[in-house]
């Protein structure tokens, strides 16, 4: 379905509806809005419909989840979020097929694929992937760490570039949410405490994906999660009943809309509502999914944003793992609604997608029923199509299988994520140690033996190099697992392990900060004391072993205890007492104290 026709004057176009004449919205040389226009009148109700959709889906018919064929050519979709990615040619190879199965449709409307994180270390099937092949940096919290802009602006555009190559165009992320309640699972996925950090950093990350101005070299960034997903009560995720409030016990929401502010000056192409309630905030008491005074109010009165607004995930309908688990729909605030109900109130809250949805019944029966208009649908329509056309996917949607396999995880693109890992590490205590004995934990042996002899016993080590998890309370059920909540202090037990252990050989305690653990008890005993946000063993060992300066610095607080952040207000940045170490540190460093 590749085949390019040659107007009378010789203008090359692809021939989307199949009746060899150049219609409008087929000409490359029209003005976007024009091509727009010109394909809505075409549109019928259905097709808009399944255009207001964004589904997900795993490359290739495998899998609990439907392969893109079905979604495609019976119900018209044109948009995926994929799930996990094998490689770069399969992914790429996929993108090519459901473009060629959505070529042979009425209009030829082409497939947009998106995708959540994955070029860090974290895992998780509701919010980042690994795999694939992909450049590996650290996480969002750990470009925060090297405050960088040109740094981050640099990998982004490397993110793009990866992306795009197998068809990905575009980006669900970065988050602008801050990172103002410790116990939050999200927390690795933001820019941080601080909103003029966070600030700099999502402009930056905005400008690497999308450059100045969305075009066929683009990934388009869906900035989320609006009005600011970080004030959880007591830093309970959204995705579960236990954070179905967003809370403003310090007033200040303001500040949680500061990085907003930064994507729109930076031209992000749409935003993702949250799940959550914006309670006692002053904006309507249900999810903002579903919040007329976040979306039409807020998002587009206040900041004028008419870019896509796509719904969080599976929040009206949830969603059916065959043989694993079924997982409840995020309608918080609107239970007691029924599925139309729900559905005609996300639509006149000003939403244009439904994410995660794949019926399209469900916004037909509400256009039936005479709750939503057709001319609602248009206007949604036209920003969905608005982001096709600028893609340049109406022009080509291809990519070449075999540069994608070159490029993605190419020697260059490792090697910049590896110095982005360098950068982010942030040494909080001590110094960098040396010796040729080593006894490691939580680091790969094979990759210290490059560093030295590895023994088994601390005691015939000269030094100890320990890389521990952030602390979190494990949970019951198959996705709630996958969120690190709750607690952020070592058990007494392992915190006594490690002094003992420290006190037998100097330790270096290199501590993974997914989220800002309390380090209260670990700091007084180790030799060498580091905070990293996604590195590989190598980059961590050149640092502990002083091959590589560390020059990140805190994008959070470190909290001395959990009763200091339960004390703390969720939507204050700053707001635990006596912190351990300071955000910015070792900029101004703080003396430690047990």
Same mark, same amino acid.
């Given at each position: 379905?590749?085949?390019?026709?040659?107007?009378?004057?010789?203008?090359?176009?692809?021939?989307?509806?199949?009746?060899?004449?150049?219609?409008?919205? &087929?000409?490359?040389?029209?003005?976007?809005?024009?091509?727009?226009?010109?394909?809505?009148?075409?549109?019928?109700?259905? &097709?808009?419909?399944?255009?207001?959709?964004?589904?997900?889906?795993?490359?290739?018919?495998?899998? =609990?989840?439907?392969?893109?064929?079905?979604?495609?050519?019976?119900?018209?979709?044109?948009?995926?979020?994929?799930? /996990?990615?094998?490689?770069?040619?399969?992914?790429?190879?996929?993108?090519?097929?459901?473009?060629?199965?959505?070529?042979?449709?009425?209009?030829?409307?082409?497939?947009?694929?998106?995708?959540?994180?994955?070029?860090?270390?974290?895992?998780?099937?509701?919010?980042?992937?690994?795999?694939?092949?992909?450049?590996?940096?650290?996480?969002? #919290?750990?470009?925060?760490?090297?405050?960088?802009?040109?740094?981050?602006?640099?990998?982004?555009?490397?993110?793009?570039? &990866?992306?795009?190559?197998?068809?990905?165009?575009?980006?669900?992320?970065?988050?602008?949410?801050?990172?103002?309640?410790?116990?939050?699972?999200?927390?690795?996925?933001?820019?941080?405490?601080?909103?003029?950090?966070?600030?700099?950093?999502?402009?930056?990350?905005?400008?690497?994906?999308?450059?100045?101005?969305?075009?066929?070299?683009?990934?388009?960034?869906?900035?989320?999660?609006?009005?600011?997903?970080?004030?959880?009560?007591?830093?309970?995720?959204?995705?579960?009943?236990?954070?179905?409030?967003?809370? !403003?016990?310090?007033?200040? +929401?303001?500040?949680?809309?500061?990085?907003?502010?930064?994507?729109?000056?930076?031209?992000?192409?749409?935003?993702?509502?949250?799940? /959550?309630?914006?309670?006692? *905030?002053?904006?309507?008491?249900?999810?903002?999914?579903?919040?007329?005074?976040?979306?039409?109010?807020?998002?587009?009165?206040? !900041?004028? $944003?008419?870019?896509?607004?796509?719904?969080? $995930?599976?929040? #009206?309908?949830?969603?059916? #793992?065959?043989?694993?688990?079924?997982?409840? =729909?995020?309608?918080?605030?609107?239970?007691?609604? *029924?599925?139309?109900?729900?559905?005609?109130?996300?639509?006149?809250?000003?939403?244009? @997608?439904?994410?995660?949805?794949?019926?399209?019944?469900?916004?037909?029966?509400?256009?039936?029923?005479? /709750?939503?208009?057709?001319?609602?649908?248009?206007?949604?329509?036209?920003? #969905?199509?608005?982001?096709?056309?600028?893609?340049?996917?109406?022009?080509?949607?291809?990519?070449?299988?075999?540069?994608?396999?070159?490029?993605?995880?190419?020697?260059?693109?490792?090697?910049?994520?590896?110095?982005?890992?360098?950068?982010?590490?942030?040494?909080? %205590?001590?110094?960098?140690?040396?010796? @040729?004995?080593?006894?490691?934990?939580?680091?790969?042996?094979?990759?210290?033996?490059? !560093?030295?002899?590895?023994?088994?016993?601390?005691?015939?080590?000269?030094?100890?190099?320990?890389?521990?998890?952030?602390? !979190?309370?494990?949970?019951?059920?198959?996705?709630?697992?996958?969120?690190?909540?709750?607690?952020?202090? $070592? &058990?007494?037990?392992?915190?006594?392990?490690?002094?003992?252990?420290?006190?037998?050989?100097?330790?270096?305690?290199?501590?993974?900060?997914?989220?800002? %653990?309390?380090?209260?008890?670990?700091?007084?005993?180790?030799? +060498?004391?580091?905070?990293?946000?996604?590195? *590989?063993?190598?980059?961590?060992?050149?640092?502990?072993?002083?091959?590589?300066?560390?020059?990140?610095?805190?994008? $959070?607080?470190?909290?001395? *205890?959990?009763?200091?952040?339960?004390?703390?207000?969720?939507?204050?940045?700053?707001?635990?007492?006596?912190?351990?170490?300071?955000?910015?540190?070792?900029?101004?460093?703080?003396?430690?104290?047990?």
């Amino acid at each position: 379905m590749r085949t390019v026709l040659r107007h009378t004057d010789g203008t090359p176009f692809r021939d989307l509806n199949h009746n060899g004449t150049m219609e409008p919205y &087929e000409d490359p040389r029209l003005p976007v809005e024009e091509r727009v226009e010109d394909l809505l009148t075409r549109m019928t109700l259905e &097709e808009k419909a399944a255009l207001m959709l964004h589904g997900r889906m795993l490359p290739g018919d495998n899998g =609990p989840f439907p392969s893109g064929d079905h979604l495609i050519t019976e119900r018209g979709l044109t948009a995926f979020g994929m799930m /996990a990615v094998p490689d770069a040619r399969t992914m790429a190879a996929w993108n090519n097929h459901v473009q060629d199965l959505a070529a042979a449709g009425r209009l030829g409307i082409p497939v947009t694929l998106a995708s959540d994180p994955r070029h860090g270390f974290t895992e998780n099937p509701a919010t980042a992937f690994t795999g694939g092949g992909f450049s590996t940096g650290p996480e969002p #919290i750990g470009l925060a760490a090297t405050d960088d802009p040109a740094l981050v602006e640099e990998y982004a555009a490397l993110i793009g570039r &990866e992306l795009r190559a197998v068809g990905i165009r575009i980006a669900i992320h970065p988050m602008a949410d801050l990172a103002t309640e410790p116990r939050w699972a999200r927390i690795s996925g933001t820019f941080g405490e601080d909103p003029e950090r966070a600030a700099r950093i999502i402009a930056a990350y905005i400008r690497g994906l999308q450059g100045e101005r969305i075009g066929p070299d683009s990934v388009a960034c869906m900035t989320k999660h609006f009005p600011g997903g970080g004030p959880q009560y007591k830093g309970e995720d959204s995705h579960f009943a236990a954070g179905r409030r967003l809370v !403003y016990p310090g007033g200040a +929401l303001e500040q949680h809309l500061r990085p907003f502010e930064a994507a729109f000056e930076a031209g992000t192409a749409q935003i993702m509502p949250a799940y /959550a309630i914006p309670s006692g *905030s002053g904006l309507d008491e249900v999810g903002a999914n579903f919040n007329h005074d976040v979306i039409t109010g807020l998002l587009r009165g206040r !900041y004028g $944003f008419d870019g896509v607004v796509c719904t969080d $995930f599976n929040a #009206i309908t949830g969603m059916e #793992i065959p043989g694993l688990v079924s997982l409840p =729909p995020r309608h918080w605030g609107v239970e007691e609604l *029924s599925v139309p109900e729900q559905v005609a109130l996300t639509l006149r809250a000003g939403a244009d @997608q439904l994410g995660g949805e794949t019926d399209p019944e469900l916004i037909l029966g509400v256009v039936r029923s005479g /709750a939503v208009t057709e001319a609602r649908l248009d206007e949604s329509a036209r920003r #969905i199509l608005r982001d096709k056309f600028r893609l340049g996917l109406f022009d080509d949607p291809y990519v070449d299988v075999d540069a994608a396999a070159g490029l993605v995880g190419a020697p260059e693109g490792r090697a910049l994520g590896r110095r982005v890992q360098t950068r982010s590490l942030v040494h909080l %205590a001590g110094r960098p140690l040396s010796g @040729q004995r080593l006894y490691v934990e939580g680091v790969d042996a094979g990759v210290a033996a490059r !560093y030295g002899t590895v023994v088994e016993r601390p005691e015939d080590a000269d030094l100890a190099v320990l890389r521990l998890a952030t602390p !979190y309370e494990k949970r019951a059920g198959l996705l709630e697992q996958a969120f690190h909540s709750g607690s952020l202090e $070592f &058990e007494p037990a392992e915190a006594a392990r490690v002094a003992a252990l420290a006190a037998a050989v100097p330790t270096a305690v290199v501590a993974q900060l997914e989220r800002p %653990a309390v380090l209260t008890p670990l700091a007084p005993h180790a030799a +060498l004391l580091v905070g990293e946000f996604g590195a *590989s063993d190598e980059v961590v060992l050149d640092a502990v072993l002083g091959r590589a300066p560390m020059t990140g610095s805190l994008p $959070f607080d470190l909290p001395r *205890s959990d009763a200091a952040v339960d004390a703390a207000r969720e939507d204050v940045p700053f707001d635990t007492a006596d912190p351990l170490f300071r955000f910015g540190h070792p900029t101004a460093p703080r003396e430690v104290t047990a």
